[in-house]
């Protein structure tokens, strides 16, 4: 009886640590998930989302610069999180040896996201980002206000925009605040 108490009292330490945005072995689907590519200015990128055979998102398409393009994304928007109890966002990927952006809104109807980029390797990795390093910025220009307060989350992206034309995969196993 108290070898299930003692994991009892861990998980509930450890839930109470960590809170899943998303985590894709979970859910299994990317219903609540919607690509957003530079079409909206007139581009001609490409992307999708969907579960690959490991049961991870896998994020690809193809990035071009003509047309006034230049970006993919894909973004998840939920009920709002409060989030002051956390410092870190740790995202669970294996990129393809490109840069990407995390994107944080606070609200769903802001104009403006704070990002913050991030190199992949390649190979699966745990990267962990600091929410206090997300940047205020809006069609690629860095705003004049404060860095991401980190009192509340309704929405997040991942982007590639690179200013280059390139293919690109990202697979995304899970995001998880610290």
């Known amino acids: 009886m108290k070898i299930v ?14 809170a899943i945005i ?14 957003l590519n530079d079409g909206v200015m007139g581009g001609l990128s490409e992307s999708t989302i969907e579960i ?18 230049g970006f993919a994304s894909v973004r998840y ?5 409060e989030v ?3 410092t870190h966002v740790v995202l669970k990927i294996k990129g393809d040896g490109k840069d990407y952006q995390f994107r944080i809104k606070e609200s769903q109807e802001q104009r403006h996201s704070y ?23 809006f069609r690629g220009r860095i705003l004049d ?3 991401y307060s980190a009192k509340k989350m309704e929405e997040i992206a991942f982007l590639i925009g690179n200013k280059t034309k390139e293919a690109f995969q990202l697979e995304i196993e899970s995001i998880v605040l610290e």
């Open 22 to 35: 998303y985590h894709f072995k979970t859910e299994q689907n990317t219903n609540n998930w919607y690509v």
């Open 145 to 147: 206000m404060p860095n």
């Open 77 to 81: 928007a939920f009920n709002t999180k």
């Open 5 to 18: 108490y003692l994991l009892f009292v861990i998980l509930m330490i450890h839930q109470d640590n960590n």
């Open 84 to 86: 002051s109890k956390f």
């Open 115 to 137: 990002i913050t980029r991030f190199a992949t390797s390649g190979k699966w990795e745990t990267i962990k980002i600091a929410l206090s390093e997300f940047y205020p910025s």
């Open 52 to 69: 690959n055979a490991e049961g991870k998102a896998l994020f690809k398409g193809y990035v071009t610069t003509e047309n006034n393009g």
